[in-house]
């Protein structure tokens, strides 16, 4: 699992290990690690490092000792010389860097103006040069964030702020790292995910504020589902999904959610609809048994017509945990008495809370987690990065998937396999996050760097849910830029 820490407790936990090392111990680690991962600026070239008046610019200078030392040159922008780090100053200065007005012509950028010690937003010589950076579209790698975002709140609070194409980071992720839309400011070429340099936090840490589960983490299953423990299974055992989607208008849909459902954990998928969706379903997936019936878990909502309140109505009145997906999410009661799984975009949650579309992209975090206390249930927030949020649990980021999966009829296999690890023995919190996590991967592997549909997207998940669980996933996300 891959963490984020809110600033305070980052705060706390440097304090803590600084308090048993010599003196400047942490930054040297940092810089060290810093200079480390410059090691693509080639020897002879000049790097600009914009240097900021706090220990984040200090990191940035002594790593220019380690570059200089390696034949690089370095140009410092300060900007407040009066408050740039002393001793770093010194030591970048002593070992040949050279101070300059303002970056020109240089193709190497390191963005060393605020770490987590920022207020957002950029403004005089801190925002022309992001500006610089943006025109001129140096190599540009941030320390341990990008300035100009909102390091907790992972938001992007002005345009003006620093995009980077990598970022290096230490002791652990921040939130503004993992998720949208800050994490577009750290760079997600196809490295994706911010490079992280071990300073020996880890101890020292608390519970993380932000978590994504990653290729290796196959090992979730096992825990999650017991019957995987098991010497033998049946499929009553297993877990048996009810699928209540679809409607003349959107047929796909039934199709598409049962695909999904039929791809997962669960042991049976039961449909219910009319009687000629129905008839059609079993036609084209033989397996798929027709009619109410007894089940661990229901998706209602996908390409639901009219009758979308009545299905969820309905399901709720089983007792058992629940998908809410598309249409059936205008319909949410008060409060949920079983597990809940909402599943929106950000037009279904703005619709949700009273507020517009943009307001949700621009604060996606926030709005997910506010839904999630407001439901008393688990709100998984479609988009780029997907939010996975309950109360009481550390919010998840999905990181695999790519562009291409923002395809038609995709968000209906998502719910379709969200419910059948729900019915086989998931919480609502884990069914969504690895429901997707396999998702975004299915997608990867079903066609690298190019288009997907959500029906090749259902087809590849059964052999993405086994490399997972047999450790031998590779890389799953393709967000090149
Ligand atoms: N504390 C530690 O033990 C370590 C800290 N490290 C580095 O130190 C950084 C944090 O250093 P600091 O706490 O000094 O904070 P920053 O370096 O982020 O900067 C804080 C300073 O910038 C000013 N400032 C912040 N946002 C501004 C804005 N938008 N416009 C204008 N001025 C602004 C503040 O008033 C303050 O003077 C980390 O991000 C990391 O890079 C690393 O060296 C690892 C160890």
């Known amino acids: 699992m891959l963490r984020a820490h809110a600033v305070a407790d980052v705060r706390a936990a440097e304090h803590a290990l600084a308090a048993g090392l010599p003196s400047g111990e942490l930054m040297r680690r940092a810089a060290r690690g810093l200079a480390d ?29 380690h570059l200089l030392d390696g034949g690089v040159r370095v140009d ?8 740039a780090h002393a001793a770093g100053l010194d030591a970048a200065l002593a070992a040949g ?6 970056p020109s012509q240089q193709r190497h950028c390191l963005d060393a ?4 010690g920022a207020r957002p937003g950029l403004s005089g010589r801190a925002a022309e040069w992001a500006e610089w950076i943006a025109g001129t579209r140096p190599r540009t790698v941030a320390v341990d964030v990008p300035s100009g975002v909102d390091v907790d709140g992972a938001t ?7 995009t980077a194409d990598a970022t290096v980071t230490f002791g652990t992720y921040k939130n503004a790292l993992l998720v949208g839309p800050a994490a577009g400011a750290a760079g997600w070429g196809d490295a994706s995910i911010a490079q992280l340099v071990d300073i020996g936090l880890g101890p020292h840490l608390p519970q993380a504020s932000v978590e994504a589960i990653e290729a290796s983490d196959g090992h979730l299953l096992v825990e999650t589902f017991a019957w995987l423990r098991e010497p033998a299974s049946q499929k009553y055992s297993r877990g048996v999904v009810g699928i209540a989607a679809g409607s003349s208008q959107y047929a796909g849909a039934a199709h598409l959610c049962v695909a999904g459902a039929l791809t997962g954990m669960a042991g049976m998928v039961r ?9 059609r379903v079993v036609d084209r997936a033989p397996e798929v048994v027709a009619g109410r019936g007894r089940v661990q878990a229901w998706v209602v909502g996908p390409g639901g017509g009219d009758d979308a309140e009545q299905q969820l109505t309905a399901a709720l009145d089983d007792g058992v945990a629940v998908v809410v997906d598309a249409s059936a999410l205008q319909h949410l009661p008060d409060s949920f008495d079983v597990p809940a799984l909402l599943t929106p975009h950000a037009g279904e949650l703005a619709d949700m809370l009273g ?11 926030r709005h997910a987690t506010a839904a999630a206390e407001r439901w008393g249930a688990t709100v998984l927030l479609k988009g780029a990065r997907t939010l996975v949020a309950t109360p009481g649990r550390t919010t998840r980021v999905n990181l695999t998937g790519s562009p291409w999966l923002g395809t038609a009829g995709s968000g209906d296999v998502l719910a379709g396999l969200a419910g059948s690890l729900l019915a086989s023995g998931a919480d609502p919190h884990d069914a969504g996050s690895i ?3 396999l998702h975004g991967a299915a997608s990867v592997r079903a066609n690298r760097g190019g288009p997907v549909t959500a029906s090749a997207v259902a087809q590849a998940l059964p052999a993405t849910l086994a490399a997972f669980h047999d450790g031998e996933l590779d890389d799953v996300r393709d967000w090149r830029r």
């Open 156 to 162: 992007l609070p002005t345009s003006v702020h620093v």
């Open 76 to 83: 410092l922008c300060l900007l407040d010389p009066d408050k």
């Open 113 to 116: 103006l605020f770490g987590i």
């Open 435 to 437: 429901a997707a996590f």
């Open 355 to 365: 507020t517009r579309r943009d307001a949700i992209e621009a604060e996606p975090l």
């Open 97 to 102: 860097a050279q101070v300059v007005d303002a």
């Open 271 to 279: 449909f219910v609809g009319d009687a000629e969706l129905s008839r």
């Open 37 to 65: 991962a410059l090691d693509h600026v080639p020897a002879g070239e000049v790097l600009v490092m914009l240097v900021g008046p706090g220990d984040n610019g200090g990191d940035a200078l002594y790593a220019a000792t």
